[in-house]
């Protein structure tokens, strides 16, 4: 088993690294990500992890850029050999600058 840790990932075919990737063509110039981390994630049937990405902007509404972003990133088909992306939130915190994408996947 391997050891969990917020930098590394969880499983050996765990797809934050790719999700941050793929993640980082998708998002519109001025919105920049920070450090991401990952938990990992089960229910009664499925594994998986929750995937978090921080992201700061420069300038604008914090609102509209978070709506915006939210359903350009749920109309992706998202691909992630042996994950399914399950679900994406965008939330914003207006006072710091920052919006954090939170991506849940789940193995196939």
Do not use: K
């Not at 978070?66 to 691909?79: G, N």
């Not at 042996?82 to 939170?102: K, N, P, T, W, Y």
């Amino acid at each position: 088993m391997i050891a969990w840790s917020p930098a590394a990932p969880t499983r050996p075919a765990c797809p934050h690294r790719r999700l941050r990737r793929l993640l980082a063509r998708e998002l519109p110039h001025g919105l920049a990500l920070g450090a991401s981390t990952l938990r990992p994630w089960a229910s009664a049937s499925f594994v998986g992890a929750r995937h978090i990405f921080p992201c700061a902007f420069a300038v604008g509404d914090a609102e509209p850029l978070r709506q915006s972003l939210a359903a350009h990133l749920e109309a992706i088909e998202w691909r992630v050999a042996g994950h399914i992306v399950a679900d994406i939130a965008v939330e914003c915190d207006a006072e710091s600058a920052m919006l954090r994408i939170e991506m849940l996947t789940v193995e196939d």
